[in-house]
Structures are given as C-alpha cells and as structure tokens.
Nanobody, 124 residues
C-alpha cells in the first residue's frame, strides 16, 4: 500500500530553519507530483509547493517563495521541504501528498495520497 510519512518538525524561534522529510513507499512515483501542504489551527489546508518526481522541477505558493525549497531523492524515495527564515505565521501541521497524472496540481482535491503530517511551531 502507498504510505507517506513526514518527519522533521519541531519548535523553532522566528528566523530559524528546519528540513522536513517525506518518506514514500508502496509504489513507483514516476509520473507523480509530490506536494507539500500546511494547515494552521482553525484554517483550511493550503498549498505550499511541489516537485515533479521525474525531472525535479518545482513550483511554490507566493507566500513561501524565496524562503522554502523542495527537493527529492529518487534513490531514497524521499521528498524534502527546507523551510528557512521561519515566521510565527508559518506555524502549522505540514503534510506531504502525491498526485498522479497532473502537471502542476495545487488543490487538496487533486492529490491522491496523504501523510499524517508533522508539526512546525515557530515562536516569536
């Protein structure tokens, strides 16, 4: 079965950095887009960015562009989200997800598989 497991979250001060990981298993992910989303308390889940498994091209939400970076290691079946210059408003549960058959999916409904999330908390 397909399984996505996030890790690397934690408590950091504003201006700090983290690297989140998403370990993917259960199938070949060629042709998939691997996305990152986040959801703060009381808010809807929002798109952060994504990487095409084949080729490694990326795209991001405007709110995180220039601070966050996504990459993948095909040999390890792992996707990473590097989060830099963190702000309190970045506090959220961060989720990885996989979409098949779409070039640049950005919506929650466009993704087929989801992890359980990892908490990122940024203090002032």
């Amino acid at each position: 079965q397909v399984r996505l497991v996030e890790s690397g979250g934690g408590l950091v001060q504003a201006g700090g950095s983290l690297r989140l990981s998403c370990a993917a298993s259960g199938r070949t992910f060629s042709g998939h887009t691997m996305g990152w989303f986040r959801q703060a308390l009381g808010k809807e889940r929002e798109f952060v960015g994504a990487v095409r498994w084949s080729g490694g091209s990326t795209y991001y939400a405007d709110s995180v562009k220039g601070r966050f970076a996504i990459s993948r290691d095909s040999a390890k079946n792992t996707v990473y989200l590097q989060v830099n210059s963190l702000k309190p408003e970045d506090t959220a549960v961060y989720y990885c997800a996989a979409a098949r058959g779409l070039l640049t999916p950005r919506g929650v409904s466009e993704y087929d598989y989801w992890g359980q999330g990892t908490q990122v908390t940024v203090s002032s």
